[in-house]
T-cell receptor, first 111, second 117 residues
């Protein structure tokens, strides 16, 4: 079992719709969870982090965490073509609190 | 947010040569830096964790003698790919942890694209 699992996609949504990105992880010791966005040929940029069960909202983005189910998700409301990118889920854990990245989900938002 | 730079942004070298990549935290002190490698259409793979003033911790399967990491100051870490071969061609990305930031955020450099001929 991979440490972090994400559907590679692509996930296609029309402009203005809600995009739902999901991630499961295997390490129950993970305490913090990060969502990064990566455009093609660029390095990742942080979108959100969450460490408590429940929802956390930041603008058009909502992260949801369920530690019991080892599941974290990212909702993007009012999706825009500029949101088209690969979204990486990364639980944090380990001795150096290192990030473990999933394969990422490619999101395509069509105008 | 905090800024991390990498140099060079891209490099082309001949097989058998060594290449050094620098990673700098510009406006914060980074006691810990991370080096990742990303092949096309794949996720980031952590290569090693670099702590200032101590030896790097390498992930399983990463050859420490081939990928030399030095973290001599709180703002600079270097990765040297020794005796590079075409299979080492990849996108190398560093990140630095801002221990004073929110939830110990990790900021990524812009990456270095290495092509070995």
């Amino acid at each position: 079992q991979k440490e972090v699992e994400q559907n590679s996609g692509p996930l296609s949504v029309p402009e203005g719709a809600i995009a739902s990105l999901n991630c499961t992880y295997s390490d129950r010791g993970s305490q913090s969870f990060f969502w990064y966005r990566q455009y093609s040929g660029k390095s990742p940029e942080l979108i959100m982090f969450i460490y408590s069960n429940g929802d956390k909202e930041d603008g058009r983005f909502t992260a949801q965490l369920n530690k019991a189910s080892q599941y974290v998700s990212l909702l993007i409301r009012d999706s825009q073509p500029s949101d088209s990118a690969t979204y990486l889920c990364a639980p944090k854990g380990g001795g150096f609190q290192k990030l473990v990245f999933g394969t990422g989900t490619r999101l395509l938002v069509s105008p | 947010g905090a800024v991390v730079s990498q140099h060079p942004s891209w490099v082309i070298c001949k097989s058998g040569t060594s290449v050094k990549i620098e990673c700098r935290s510009l406006d914060f002190q980074a006691t810990t830096m991370f080096w990742y490698r990303q092949f096309p259409k794949q996720s980031l793979m952590l290569m090693a964790t670099s702590n200032e003033g101590s030896k790097a911790t390498y992930e399983q399967g990463v050859e420490k003698d081939k990928f030399l990491i030095n973290h001599a100051s709180l703002t600079l870490s270097t990765l040297t790919v020794t005796s590079a071969h075409p299979e080492d061609s990849s996108f190398y990305i560093c990140s630095a942890r801002d221990w004073g930031g929110r939830d110990n955020e990790q900021f990524f450099g812009p990456g270095t694209r290495l092509t070995v001929l």
